[in-house]
């Protein structure tokens, strides 16, 4: 069982900058794919960002240019820098991991975006 965690959330205007920490359980994290996922209210939830074990990295279309998914294997942390945030990622935030073909979630983190 992973236990994963994740702060950073909160209330920012149009244009400001947040970010986002996960921190996962276990002494394996440098073999874990991270990713973090968010889910507005009446949508469904959605990849945002990936970090593989090996380093590579996806992101939505979305977020191109504005979001930086990084990993700290030392700290166990893996961190969503979220740039010129517009209204539209407003969400609830999920750290997502996957291991030995299993996926674990955290609680997630409300992110609100105000105009």
């Known amino acids: 069982q992973v236990r994963v965690v994740e702060s950073g959330g909160g209330l920012v205007q149009a244009g400001g900058s947040l970010r986002l920490s996960c921190t996962a359980s276990?002494?394996?994290?440098?073999?874990?794919?991270m990713g973090w996922y968010r889910q507005a209210p009446g949508k469904q939830r959605e990849l945002v960002a990936s970090?593989?074990?090996?380093?590579?990295?996806n992101y939505a279309d979305s977020v191109k240019g504005r979001f930086t998914i990084s990993r700290d294997n030392a700290q166990n942390t893996v961190y969503l820098q979220m740039n010129s945030l517009k209204p539209e990622d407003t969400a609830v935030y999920y750290c997502?991991?996957?291991?030995?073909?299993?996926?674990?979630w955290g609680q997630g983190t409300q992110v609100t975006v105000s105009s």
């Open positions: 997502n991991v996957k291991f030995l073909f299993n996926n674990y």
């Open positions: 276990g002494s394996a994290f440098s073999i874990y794919d």
């Open positions: 970090v593989s074990n090996g380093g590579r990295i």
